[in-house]
């Protein structure tokens, strides 16, 4: 049968569905880190990836520790706490970018490891150098929109090729150390709306306020207590956006009070929770922690 042609104004439109969508890149960084190199670590309303393209490298996810070899690639999804470092024997080349993307093909990247080819870290390393460009253009150079675009293109090529490939098995650092690690941040999660002390973290975690410490102290920049407070307000910016008031936020997270929950909100985050309430209003970015 002879297809008819659509008659005119009767064309159909095939939508084509954006898995995801880069907004905005925030840094791009081709580095060498030397031996005993030791990233205090952030947390941050965007997306990071961590690519060692030699040597190795350790990273944390909030209570993961990995050890990252050549090849292997690592993705903080917006507010994972996360750091890294390079062992006193070995130094590693790392591609680091940290860009703003969204739409449901992001949420694969949760919690995964990729091991790339050759191909994908040639995808990479263009794309670095592209984002790079953007972001430090030459002083008497003209703006390239086309350039940004393409840049943008590019990354969301390399991220939809992972999907493809699949992610790689990296087990989390089973040391005695890691996973003595790994159980005091779990727990701290577990009772994160309780007002517990450092000796009642200990006590739950088996363990003494000494060697709790030593621990933690081992793979985080900051103390037991300040992790737990940087984790609040997290939490408080979360049930903020959903509505709660500061009253409810402050009783939720075991505050002894609304005073005492709005000092260490602007402590922790640099704004009031009024502010960053405000801040959400008008579209504003996350404050690091």
């Known amino acids: 049968m002879e297809r008819q042609q659509p008659r005119q104004g009767a064309y159909i439109l095939t939508p084509l569905p954006r898995y995801l969508t880069v907004q905005s890149v925030v840094s791009s960084l081709d580095v060498t880190r030397p031996r005993d190199f030791y990233f205090p670590g952030e947390a941050h309303d965007f997306w990071e990836m961590v ?5 190795n490298a350790s990273v944390s996810a909030d209570s993961r ?16 706490f996360h750091r890294v470092w390079t062992a006193k ?34 995808m990479l390393r263009r794309t670095a150098g592209e984002l790079n460009a953007v972001l430090h253009p030459a002083a008497d150079a003209p703006t390239d929109p086309a350039g940004a675009h393409l840049a943008a293109i590019h990354l969301e090529e390399f991220l939809l090729s992972l999907l493809q490939s699949g992610p790689s098995t990296v087990s989390a650092a089973s040391e005695n150390a890691a996973v003595a690690y790994r159980q005091i941040v779990e727990t701290i999660h577990a009772h994160l709306e309780e007002n517990l002390s450092v000796s009642d973290l200990a006590r739950l975690c088996n363990r003494s306020v000494s060697s709790l410490n030593k621990v933690f102290r081992r ?3 900051r103390g037991v207590m300040k992790y737990m407070l940087a984790l609040k307000v997290r939490r408080a910016m979360e049930w903020l956006d959903e509505g709660l008031s500061v009253g409810q936020v402050s009783d939720r997270l075991a505050f002894s009070s609304p005073n005492y929950f709005h000092v260490v909100f602007k402590r922790e985050s640099g704004m009031t929770p009024s502010q960053y309430r405000a801040r959400a209003e008008k579209s504003l970015p996350l404050p690091k922690l």
Do not use: K, N, T, W
């Not at 591609?95 to 040639?122: H, K, N, T």
């Open 219 to 221: 793979f985080s920049d």
């Open 89 to 122: 024997d070995s130094e590693a080349h790392l591609i680091i970018v940290a860009f703003a993307a969204d739409g449901e093909g992001m949420a694969p990247f949760v919690g995964q490891q990729f091991r790339l080819s050759m191909a994908q870290e040639s």
């Open 65 to 80: 520790i990995y050890r990252l070899s050549c090849g292997q690639i690592i993705f903080h999804p917006p507010m994972e």
């Open 51 to 55: 690519y060692v393209v030699s040597g």
